[in-house]
């Protein structure tokens, strides 16, 4: 599994949420359930969250997902100058396309919405 946001829930405890590839298909994992994503959310909501990956900013690695062949997503933590606290980013490549970089929270977010959407 590859843990893409870690919060604190309302009880105090951290709260995480993970993507892994079951079946063929990506799932989003919580600590309250297991949820299918639809096809094709990942790169949609990088698209409408995201930017262009720059290439030259300092960021620290932390993870590496490959989702097939052509997919992998990254984790990574960025400082920027006027950040006391470094941030976590999702940075998603496709094969032939731009790398797309967003806030790991946004991302996590709103997969969780489309999730639970399309699970009701």
């Keep these: 599994m590859f843990k893409i946001h870690e919060f604190s829930a309302p009880s105090g405890e951290l709260a995480t949420v993970c993507l ?7 799932e989003l994992v919580a600590d309250d359930g ?5 096809d094709g959310a ?4 990088l698209a409408r969250f995201g930017a ?5 900013a300092p960021i620290s690695e932390v993870a ?24 976590d980013y999702l940075v998603y ?5 731009e790398p ?7 991302v996590s977010a709103a997969l969780l919405h489309l999730a ?3 699970r009701s």
Excluded: K
């Design 52 to 56: 262009p990956f720059d290439d030259a």
């Design 64 to 87: 590496r997902f490959s989702i097939s062949d052509a997919e992998m997503l990254r984790h990574v933590r960025h400082l920027a100058g006027y950040d006391v606290i470094a941030r």
């Design 34 to 38: 297991a949820w299918p994503l639809p």
């Design 116 to 118: 639970r959407a399309a």
């Design 20 to 26: 892994r590839v079951r079946d063929g298909a990506l």
């Design 42 to 45: 990942l790169p949609a909501v």
């Design 93 to 97: 490549e496709a094969a032939g396309s």
């Design 100 to 106: 797309l970089c967003a806030m790991s929270a946004t």
